[in-house]
């Protein structure tokens, strides 16, 4: 007997994957748990998954009947990963990096119900950046908005004039892939269980 | 002697062309005055382009020290130019005709100088939508979201979940294609000139 579910929670304190969940009319609420997100793995889609699924598990215990969302976004540049920049200047330098060129955004994500089973995927999107000139570089990395994006920016915010072309699912790169969300969500709780954990319109 | 401009006017009254100007720190004043829409250009780029010039000399007269820049989007599919439905049922036949398929976006776009210079341009983007359920697209046409947008949805509302990939400027299926936009305007008023008509950060 599959348990009736009718909650989402987001253990995510990501105000963009918020945002994005509740555009798509999901109901849901966001409860975080510190966890050690220093894991050495250099391949970047294990490194989303795992990261996914250790966000999720620890907030499990404490809503045993609901199905809990994690996520991990990285930017992925000459086989490096690019997490979160410590400060303007490795922003900058990442962003001179990533200029003129072409690179990968990994978002991993894992939902966990209740009765045991679990489902994780993730996305791959190219991004292209134009040739950005240094004045450019130095304001946006001086604006504070790139500290706390992998990669040093956000595509949805004052980067968007950097990106030339994306190629691949638009959302992955803010930070969530909702379409194949949906679908994972939909083969977990059916499309009638999915509906329901709609605001009704 | 090229004139010295630090104003931009925007000729469009779409919320979302704006937001997306002044996410990119661009400083306007948006007015607009009524055109004909109605043109019979069936081909998409020019019917973009064309229009694009008439929103904006419409304006040009109120405003001589100004760039007036006027946009033009449509969606593109089998070969029909969608623009924006009538109401819920022409909203839902058209989301029937672009799910499960892959349809173009053209956005143009019209930049006026003062000194009798101008650019225009246009760029394509690739949309695949993954085959949607009929509930989603009647809840979706009732909602009232299609009713101001080419072909009836909005990739950065509720449509969103609908869509599997982009391929090309996001932003352009938005109505604006922000990162060829600076380009075309930092060739017209060069790199200082574009910078100059941005917020302080």
Redesign the interface.
């Known amino acids: 007997m599959t348990a009736v579910v009718n909650e989402i929670i987001l253990a995510s304190r990501s105000p963009r994957r918020a945002e ?1 969940l509740s ?3 999901f109901r849901f609420s966001v409860h975080v748990r510190p966890v050690d997100e220093n894991i050495r793995i250099p391949e970047p889609e294990p490194h989303v998954l795992a990261l996914s699924v250790r966000k999720a598990e620890a907030v499990r215990s404490g809503f045993p009947h609901a199905l809990i969302v994690g996520a991990d976004t990285i930017v992925f540049h000459n086989g490096r990963i690019l997490g979160k920049p410590a400060g303007p200047d490795e922003a900058a330098a990442m962003l001179r990096d990533l200029s003129g060129a072409t690179h990968q955004v990994y978002t991993g994500f894992a939902i966990l119900h209740p009765d045991g089973r679990a489902v994780k995927d993730c996305v791959v999107t190219d991004v292209t950046f ?1 040739a950005l ?1 240094d ?1 450019e570089i130095r ?1 946006y990395a ?2 504070g908005e790139p500290l706390d994006k992998a990669g040093a920016y956000g ?4 980067a ?12 992955n790169v803010v930070g969530f892939p ?2 194949r969300f ?2 994972r969500l939909c083969g977990l709780v059916g ?1 009638e269980g999915g ?1 329901k954990l709609k605001v009704e ?1």
Chains 1, 2 share one sequence.
């Open positions: 994005i555009r798509m009319g134009r000139a004045w304001r001086d604006s595509i949805q915010g004052g968007g004039v950097f990106v030339d072309r994306i190629d691949g699912c638009y959302y909702v379409s949906h679908e499309e509906r319109s």
